[in-house]
C-alpha cells in the first residue's frame, strides 16, 4: 500500500449547511457538537446548519465548528469506512487543521483539542478587534512580486506574508487600509494579478495576533501534550515532528508565522508520501494540491 497522509482543513472552509449529511447518518457526531456547545454556550451544530452566515464566518465560532466537524467525519470514516484510514502514516492540518492533525496524531485528545481550539478563537478574535485587519489572496504573483506589492503600499499600512498556499496563490495578513491599498494597487495594473479578500476576521499569522499568541501559549503549556504516533509536519517549519516538547513550542509560534503550506507538502513528497486525504469542509486542500503537483492523488473526506 503506499504511503499516505492526512490533510486537515483550516478557517474559511466553513459554510452554512455544513455536518448537516454527517449528523444525519451518523448520530454520535452530535455528541461531539454537544461538548464543544458546553463549552461555548450555544448550540455549535445549529450554528453550523442554519447560520447565519456571519456568525459562523466569526473566528470564535468557524474554529470550534470546522475542528468538530472534521473530526466528527474522521470518526464516522473509523466506524463505517476504516479502509479510508488504511496506510495514513502522516499528518498536517492548515492553520487551525494543524490541531485536528494533533488530535488524529494522539498529541493530545479531542477534550483536549476543543478546549484549545475554542480558547485560540476568543483570543484571535479578541486580538482581530483591537486592529482593523484582515487577509486577502494575491492570485497569480510569485513570492518576489508580493513581496514587492507589500513594499509599494508600505505607507498605507502593516502587511505581511501570511500562507504560503501553493504556485500562484499567497495570502497576504495586515491593517485594514495596507489591504485596501493593495487593492487599489493591484486594480491598477494590468498583469493579471488579483487580490481577493478572505472571510476572517483579522491578520492571522502576524504580529498583530501577538496578544493572541500570549493567551494561546499559557493555554497550550497548561494542556497535557504526548509524543506523536505518527509525524505531525509544522506551518511553521515545513518539517515532521514527533516530540511533544517540539510541537508544544510550533503550535505556540504559528499563530504569529507565516504559514508553509507549499513546503509541507512538498517535504511529504521528499518523504515518501504518494496519496493523501483530505478531511474537512469543502476540497480546498485538494486544489492546493492541484496546483503543487498535480500528479498527487488525493481522497476526500467532506463534512
Known sequence: MPKRAVLFAGQGAQYVGMARSLAEKFPPARDFFDRASELLGFDLLDTCLNGPEERLNATDVSQPAIFVASWAAVEWARAEQPELLDGIE???????????????????????????????????????????????????????????????????????????????????SGETAALEALERHVGERDDGVRVVRLAVAGAFHTPIMQPAQEALSAAIDATELRDARCPVYSNVDAAPHTAAVEIRELLKRQLMSPVLWEQSIRRMVEDGVEEFLEVGPKRVLRGLLRRIDRTLKCVNLEV
Open 90 to 172: 502522516a499528518a498536517a492540518g492548515l492553520s487551525l487543521g494543524e490541531y485536528t492533525a494533533c488530535v488524529w496524531a494522539g498529541v493530545f485528545e479531542f477534550e483536549s483539542g476543543i478546549r484549545l481550539v475554542v480558547q485560540r478563537g476568543r483570543a484571535m478574535q479578541t486580538a482581530s478587534e483591537r486592529v482593523p485587519s484582515g487577509m486577502a489572496s494575491v492570485l497569480g504573483a510569485s513570492r518576489e512580486q508580493v513581496e514587492q506589492l507589500i513594499a509599494d503600499v508600505s505607507q498605507a499600512g502593516r502587511l505581511w506574508i501570511a500562507n504560503l498556499l501553493c504556485p500562484g496563490n499567497i495570502v497576504v
